[in-house]
């Protein structure tokens, strides 16, 4: 789902959607998306992550059972378009539980967690927090205990 960071990037691909590149530029995706897959699995409730594609921006909704990934990319013609208040997005949806999504996340976290701690942007924040990879397996440990 998600590949090793290199150089401020990572790509996202769930089942047969398409590649998406996104940048940690503006987010830290590796803490962002575990605390929003926590608090989704805590309130049985949906939860949105989101990632900058330049000039893109990237949502992907989750919910029990599907998975919707908007984009406002306006270069992709085999998805379908439509507009919001004059601006143009794409949306594709994918049915995978969010169980499966989570434990997804978990896997590609866990297989390159040093990358991952070193991914972030905010280097004051980064020389702040000394144990960003045991918080980052503190979380990852916890979204294991709510999927189980």
């Not at 499966?100 to 040093?114: H, I, P, Q, T």
Request: proline share 2%.
């Amino acid at each position: 789902m998600l590949s090793r960071p290199r150089y401020g990037w990572t790509h996202f691909k769930i089942l047969d959607s398409k590649e998406y590149s996104l940048s940690n530029v503006y987010d830290d995706i590796a803490f962002d998306w575990t605390e929003r897959a926590i608090l989704g699995l805590e309130s049985n409730c949906p939860f949105c992550v989101s990632g900058w594609m330049e000039p893109f921006e990237f949502y992907c909704t989750v919910s029990d059972y599907y998975c919707f990934i908007i984009t406002d990319e306006e270069e992709d013609e085999e998805i379908s378009d439509d507009y919001v208040d004059g601006e143009e997005y794409s949306m594709q949806v994918f049915h995978i539980k969010k169980e499966d999504f989570c434990r997804a996340l978990v896997e590609d976290l866990e297989r390159n967690l040093s990358a991952w701690d070193d991914f972030g942007w905010d280097s004051i924040r980064r020389r702040q927090d000394k144990d960003r990879c045991g918080e980052l397996r503190r979380r990852i440990q916890r979204i294991k205990e709510l999927i189980e």
